[in-house]
C-alpha cells in the first residue's frame, strides 16, 4: 500500500491569509500526483494533475509545487477566502500505475471571515 | 455536460438486503471507477473499468461485492447481502482514459445499512 501523508490535518486561517500545506509520497514508480479539493456534501473536484519534477501549477489564487526526487507536493493558496473552506487531498498514482490512486487523508481547512 | 450522475443519492437498508448503486459517467470517458470512502481508510478504490471491461477489482472486499458495465454509459455496484460494516459513501468516477488524465466523481450515494 502506498504511504501518502498530509500535513497538517487540519488548519484554520483568517480571510486574507495566506497558507500552505504538504503531502509526501513514495518518490520511486512515480507517474503523477493529483491535488483535489473537497467540500463538505460535495463530490471532490480535481484542481491539478502534475507529472514533471519541478512542475508549478496554477489557478486562480491556488497554486501547486512538485518534487519528484525527494517525494513531495505544495499546495499554496494566497488571500484565503470563506469559500476556500475544504478538505484538499493530494493522490499519487500509485506504483506507476497510470489509473489508481491512493488518496492521502486530507488537509482541512477553515477559512474564518 | 452533466457530470457524473449517480443514483440514489442516499439509501437506507436493513441488513441482509440487497443493494444496487448506480452510475452514469459523461459522455465519451471510457475510463470508469468505484471507490468507497469510509472514517477509517479514506477513500479506496474498489473496481476500475476501461471499455467497459473490468481490470482491477483487487479493492473489492468481498464476494458479497459485484460491478458491471453492461455499456459506456451505465454501471452498477451490487451488494448482496448487505453489512452495518457497508454503510459508507460510494464514489463513481470517469475520466477520458487518456494518462495521467483527471478523474471526474459523481455527487456519491450515502449507503446506510441498519
Known sequence: ILNVEQSPQSLH???????NFTCSFPSSNFYALHWYRWETAKSPEALFVMTLNGDEKKKGRISATLNTKEG???LYIKGSQPEDSATYLCA???GGSNYKLTFGKGTLLTVNP | DAGVIQSPRHEVTEMGQEVTLRCKPISGHNSLFW???TMMRGLELLIYFNN???IDDSGMPEDRFSAKMPNASFSTLKIQPSEPRDSAVYFCASRTGTSPDTQYFGPGTRLTVL
Open chain 1, 13 to 19: 486561517v483568517q480571510e486574507g491569509d495566506s497558507t
Open chain 1, 72 to 74: 513531495y507536493s505544495y
Open chain 1, 92 to 94: 499519487p498514482n500509485s
Open chain 2, 35 to 37: 471507490y468507497r470512502q
Open chain 2, 52 to 54: 467497459n471491461v473490468p
